[in-house]
T-cell receptor
Framework: NAGVTQTPKFQVLKTGQSMTLQCAQD?????MSWYRQDPGMGLRLIHY???????DQGEVPNGYNVSRSTTEDFPLRLLSAAPSQTSVYFC?????????????FGSGTQLSVL | QKEVEQDPGPLSVPEGAIVSLNCTYS??????FMWYRQYSRKGPELLMY????GNKEDGRFTAQVDKSSKYISLFIRDSQPSDSATYLC????????????FGKGTTLSVSS
C-alpha cells in the first residue's frame, strides 16, 4: 500500500518557470490537499479538494492552480515561479468527513526558486 | 494576528521529563483540535484528536482543550529521545475539516 506519493522530491526552478508537483493516493480518499511549510510559518493550506471535479482555495492560494480530474490524483501547478514560492510542499489525503482519522501526508517536495 | 499561535521553541528536556506543549487561538468557532508530530524530513502524522473541551489520554500523551480560554495543550509523560520531533497543533471549525489550520510547530529535543 503506497499511501500518498509525491514527485519530485527535490526541484530547482528559475524565476518565471512553470512546473507541476504531482500527488497520487491509492486509498480512495475523497479529501486531498496541498500545504506549504516554511520556517517559522508552520503548515499553510494552499488548495484542497473534496472529490473529483471539486476544488477550493485555502489560506495561501495565489500563484498556484489545482485540478482534480480523478479521485487518485491532485496535481499542484506553479504557473510562473517566484522566489517567494521556495518552500517544502506536502500533499495530504483523508476520507471526507473523517477529521478524527489520520490525515495521510506525502514525504514532501523541496522546491527552490532562484 | 494569526488564528493559531504556537511557540516554536526549541524546547530541550532530559529523558523522563514531563513536557507541556501549548497553542492559543482566536477563532471561537474552532471545535476540533488535533496534535500532529513531524520528524525531520517527514510529513506530519496525527497524534491526538479532541472534540470540544476536555481531556483525552493515549498512553504517555494527554491532550487538553479549554475553549473558554481558547487554549489547548499536549502533555508528554516520561519523555523519550524518540519523542524528539516538531509538534504541530491543528484546528478546524467544522467536522469535515476541509480547512485545517496549523500552528507553527514546537521543536522538542529529549536528551538521554
Amino acid at each position: 500500500n503506497a499511501g500518498v506519493t509525491q514527485t519530485p522530491k527535490f526541484q530547482v526552478l528559475k524565476t518565471g518557470q512553470s512546473m507541476t508537483l504531482q500527488c497520487a493516493q491509492d486509498m480512495n480518499h475523497e479529501y486531498m490537499s496541498w500545504y506549504r511549510q516554511d520556517p517559522g510559518m508552520g503548515l499553510r493550506l494552499i488548495h484542497y479538494s473534496v472529490g473529483a471535479g471539486i476544488t477550493d482555495q485555502g489560506e495561501v492560494p495565489n500563484g498556484y492552480n489545482v485540478s482534480r480530474s480523478t479521485t487518485e490524483d491532485f496535481p499542484l501547478r506553479l504557473l510562473s515561479a517566484a522566489p517567494s514560492q521556495t518552500s517544502v510542499y506536502f500533499c495530504a489525503s483523508r476520507r471526507q468527513g473523517a477529521l478524527n482519522e489520520k490525515l495521510f501526508f506525502g514525504s514532501g517536495t523541496q522546491l527552490s526558486v532562484l | 494576528q494569526k488564528e493559531v499561535e504556537q511557540d516554536p521553541g526549541p524546547l530541550s528536556v532530559p529523558e523522563g521529563a514531563i513536557v507541556s506543549l501549548n497553542c492559543t487561538y482566536s477563532n471561537s468557532a474552532f471545535q476540533y483540535f488535533m496534535w500532529y508530530r513531524q520528524y525531520s524530513r517527514k510529513g506530519p502524522e496525527l497524534l491526538m484528536y479532541t472534540y470540544s473541551s476536555g481531556n483525552k489520554e493515549d498512553g504517555r500523551f494527554t491532550a487538553q482543550v479549554d475553549k473558554s480560554s481558547k487554549y489547548i495543550s499536549l502533555f508528554i509523560r516520561d519523555s523519550q529521545p524518540s519523542d524528539s520531533a516538531t509538534y504541530l497543533c491543528a484546528m478546524s471549525a467544522e467536522q469535515a475539516g476541509t480547512a485545517l489550520i496549523f500552528g507553527k510547530g514546537t521543536t522538542l529535543s529529549v536528551s538521554s
